[in-house]
């Protein structure tokens, strides 16, 4: 099932949820959502085409992701 592109590159959100957020592994776009409820309730599952790994993300309330601390 895929949602398209966008995500934290740059695009639209369906649901509140990034379309293609960048894969972990090989950080391109190229992503799709497999399931908008991951194991946890507070994780998506999506599918990388690039590399074809999956990877989990956290969902977060509002627009932006809270900044990592160093």
């Not at 957020?21 to 309730?41: H, I, K, Y």
Request: glycine residues 12%; aromatic residues 8%.
């Amino acid at each position: 099932m895929s949602d398209g592109a966008g995500g934290s590159t740059g695009g639209s959100k369906r649901g509140g949820l990034p379309e293609s957020p960048l894969c972990p592994f090989c950080e391109e776009s190229d992503t799709e959502l497999v399931n908008p409820f991951g194991p946890q309730l507070s994780v998506s599952s999506y599918w990388c085409l690039r590399c074809r790994s999956p990877f989990e993300m956290m969902k977060w309330q509002g627009s932006d992701r809270p900044a990592l601390r160093e």
